[in-house]
């Protein structure tokens, strides 16, 4: 059996990388530990090569595959924070843009969403990307105005009552 590598046919991001300073902050720590790792990482290497024969060694494979997995992690994590752009706590201009936290009605229930990058996202906690369908839908929209927004459980009608 012949293995070979997959050929990546995704078209690169190029484009701006929108984060808080607090995002900022954790991708320049994430790549603090990813560098702090790579002496270990590169002394298992060299250990697990000197076994000997390195195309049946499963040692060798894995901590080769860390050492790679981390440098190919550093240097995503350095063209992410070459292409930052730090979202600044926005002035409320009576518009929605990156940075705003909005305040929606939906089938009278308030939901709050703030307006972040996709790195940045969590849905959970209410942080949406400006590239998701509703985070895009509501940029550039003032109070008062309502958002049709398709979902997988039908239409949803948003109106926004307040920004932040």
Do not use: C, H, W
Not at 20 to 47: C, F, H, M, V
């Amino acid at each position: 059996m012949i293995f070979t590598r997959r050929q990546d046919n995704r078209i690169p991001d190029t484009g701006p990388v929108y984060l808080t300073a607090e995002g900022i902050a954790n991708l320049k720590k994430r790549l603090s530990r990813l560098k702090e790792s790579l002496p270990q990482l590169i002394e298992e290497t060299k250990r697990t090569a000197a076994y000997g024969d390195r195309s049946d060694s499963a040692e060798y494979k894995e901590a080769k595959s860390a050492l790679r997995r981390a440098n190919s992690q550093i240097i995503g994590t350095e063209d992410r924070l070459r292409r930052a752009v730090l979202i600044d706590p926005v002035k409320n201009l009576g518009i929605v843009q990156i940075g705003s936290k909005v305040i929606l009605n939906l089938n009278g229930s308030e939901k709050i969403f703030e307006i972040v990058g996709s790195i940045e996202t969590n849905p959970g906690s209410g942080r949406i990307s400006n590239k998701s369908p509703l985070g895009e839908a509501l940029l550039g929209k003032k109070v008062g105005d309502v958002l049709d927004i398709k979902t997988p459980n039908g239409e949803k009608k948003y109106k926004i009552t307040k920004i932040n």
